[in-house]
């Protein structure tokens, strides 16, 4: 599951310096105010608007996390994506959303895969989601938690595993990623954690296969 650490807004202010610096070296202006039209919603009290209730991959429901676990961004355009990374809820999809909804947790998940295949989404994904336990893998990646228990191997159903595939394949589709075990990783594999999940019972030779699969029926 997610990670409880903060991950305060980056000012924008030496990134204007150096926009500024660069229009000024072409004699323009036009470069400082393309950059700036698309930063000024990262300013104090402003934010990207969003369509409400959209999602972004088809027959997911939609259900809002707390401002609190992400971080308005406009990804990829600020931060790009490279990488999925796969997590575990620990507890069945009800607590998961809970969690996701308080803003005391000061963590959530782009998605959640139920047992039964369904998908929420709780971030879109051109915002940074609190999930990795590591802030740049945060900016950089797509988190996907999958409801149960590491150590319940009967909890990794085939619905989950085909919605959760076909889920990944779409994001790799969007952003161009690589359908290997160096971009879609598990939580445990991200530096400085101290999560274990997926866990051992995860199948990551299925999930790829899928994941291809998925993606060679969507070409």
């Not at 274990?196 to 994941?211: K, M, N, S």
Request: with cysteine; proline share 3%.
């Amino acid at each position: 599951m997610g990670d409880g650490k903060s991950d305060s807004d980056r000012r924008i202010g030496r990134r204007a310096l150096l926009i500024g610096g660069a229009a000024a070296a072409v004699g323009t202006g036009v470069l400082a105010r393309e950059e700036l039209a698309r930063l000024y919603w990262r300013l104090p009290g402003v934010r990207r608007q969003r369509v409400e209730g959209a999602v972004d991959f088809r027959g997911a429901r939609w259900v809002a996390a707390s401002e609190a676990n992400f971080r308005w961004a406009d990804r990829p355009d600020d931060y790009g994506i490279d990488m999925v990374v796969v997590h575990v809820t620990q507890g069945d999809l009800d607590s998961a959303v809970k969690a996701f909804e308080d803003p005391g947790h000061k963590a959530a998940a782009h998605y959640i895969v139920g047992k039964d295949g369904h998908v929420t989404q709780m971030i879109r994904e051109l915002d940074v989601a609190y999930h990795a336990g590591n802030r740049a893998y945060n900016e950089r990646s797509v988190g996907i938690e999958h409801e149960g228990f590491v150590d319940r191997p009967k909890d990794f159903t085939d619905a989950m595993y085909a919605a959760s595939a076909r889920l990944t394949a779409a994001i790799c589709r969007r952003y161009d990623i690589a359908v290997d075990r160096e971009h879609i990783i598990g939580h445990v594999e991200v530096p400085g954690t101290d999560h274990t999940d997926p866990g051992e019972h995860w199948d990551w030779d299925r999930y790829l296969r899928l994941v291809r699969e998925a993606q060679a029926t969507a070409a």
